[in-house]
């Protein structure tokens, strides 16, 4: 598996892969699901291993509606560069058997995302080790600063070019910003011609 860090979407053309990091959380995630339902659009979602544990019923949700999982880490450190190597393995492999396991086993997950994109080359070499590919990003939403609707939305829009890979967030805090911009962003990447698609592996 490639240790480089994907930027772009497993296919040629017009498409896009939407990524949802932080949960799964009940307030937000079920909202989204929802959303992408209506719009027959796939997604990849970074989950937190013992929020996945907490929720399980979210993480058969997103992988019975054919979605993706990522890994986000155990604790969701944003310093992971300065932890020990066996404490880095231990946020990526911790957080894999945590998701496996509540995904029932044989989960879709097939990416790591470092909390923060805080990717050094012995974390990528962790994660392909445990047969993830590092997953970046190439438009951050921001919806992570909550700076509002029509900010979340030209953020995205001004940002996005085919084969992109879109950071958004369904958990970490009220979400409610990013529902609402996802009501707007889908059918506008749906009328853009759009197809949604899953990162590279
Ligand atoms: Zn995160």
Redesign the pocket.
């Known amino acids: 598996m490639d240790p480089a860090i994907a930027h772009s979407t497993g296919k040629d053309g017009n498409t896009v892969a939407l990524t949802f990091?932080?949960g799964p959380d009940p307030r937000w995630t079920p909202q989204i699901l929802s959303l992408l339902a209506q719009y027959h659009a796939r997604a990849t979602f970074?989950l937190i291993g013992p929020l996945a544990e907490a929720h399980p019923d979210l993480v058969h949700d997103i992988v019975a509606a054919g979605h993706r999982l990522c890994d986000?880490t155990v604790h969701?450190d944003e310093a992971m560069h300065a932890l020990s190597p066996e404490a880095q393995d231990y946020e990526i492999a911790g957080a894999q058997g945590m998701i496996d396991r509540a995904a029932g086993g044989h989960a879709p997950l097939r990416y790591f995302?470092a909390?923060?994109g805080d990717f050094t080359p012995a974390i990528r070499q962790i994660a392909v080790r445990h047969g993830l590919r590092p997953l970046g990003w190439t438009v951050d939403a921001e919806d992570w600063k909550r700076p509002g609707v029509p900010a979340i939305l030209s953020n995205v829009k001004s940002e996005l070019e085919p084969g992109g890979i879109v950071l958004m967030?369904d958990a970490?805090g009220d979400r409610s910003q990013t529902v609402q911009a996802l009501k707007e962003l889908l059918p506008w990447l749906v009328a853009s011609g759009y197809e949604f698609d899953f990162p590279e592996l």
């Open positions: 990091d932080d970074c986000h969701h995302r909390p923060g967030h970490g």
